[in-house]
């Protein structure tokens, strides 16, 4: 059974800086395309960085220069560096994995909801002015 645990987030001030951890288990995780969305309240879930088993990686232009994804694949782990964090990145973010054919090709630039399958329940991020 696929599983993904996300942790790290927390409450910061503008300008500070946060690394999300997501920790999967239950498949062979170097096979998928993994992923970070985010949604505030009262917004659509949003794409904003995902990643292919052999690093190669792509951002939303929102985040292009402030946010890094990258994977341990060894040790079956995902992460998020976030940096010069804004209040308009307060947001749950979520990890998300999938495998399916469609979804690795062009896996990098995957930002739709509906490109993955596997979701974890999330980590908070607030981000004071």
């Known amino acids: 059974q696929v599983e993904l645990a996300e942790s790290g987030g927390g409450s910061v001030q503008a300008g500070g800086s946060l690394r999300l951890s997501c920790v999967a288990s239950?498949?062979?995780?170097?096979?998928?395309?993994m992923a970070w969305f985010r949604q505030a309240p009262g917004k659509e879930r949003e794409g904003v960085a995902a990643?292919?088993?052999?690093?190669?990686?792509s951002y939303a232009d929102s985040v292009k220069g402030r946010f890094t994804i990258s994977r341990d694949n060894a040790k079956t782990t995902l992460f998020l560096q976030i940096n010069s964090l804004a209040p308009e990145d307060t947001a749950m973010y979520y990890c998300?994995?999938?495998?399916?054919?469609?979804?690795?090709?062009?896996?990098?630039?995957?930002?739709?909801?509906?490109?993955?399958?596997?979701w974890g329940q999330g980590t908070q991020v607030t981000v004071s002015s």
């Open positions: 990643i292919d088993g052999d690093g190669s990686s």
């Open positions: 239950g498949y062979v995780y170097r096979n998928y395309c």
């Open positions: 998300a994995a999938d495998r399916s054919r469609r979804t690795l090709r062009a896996c990098p630039h995957r930002r739709d909801p509906t490109d993955f399958y596997y």
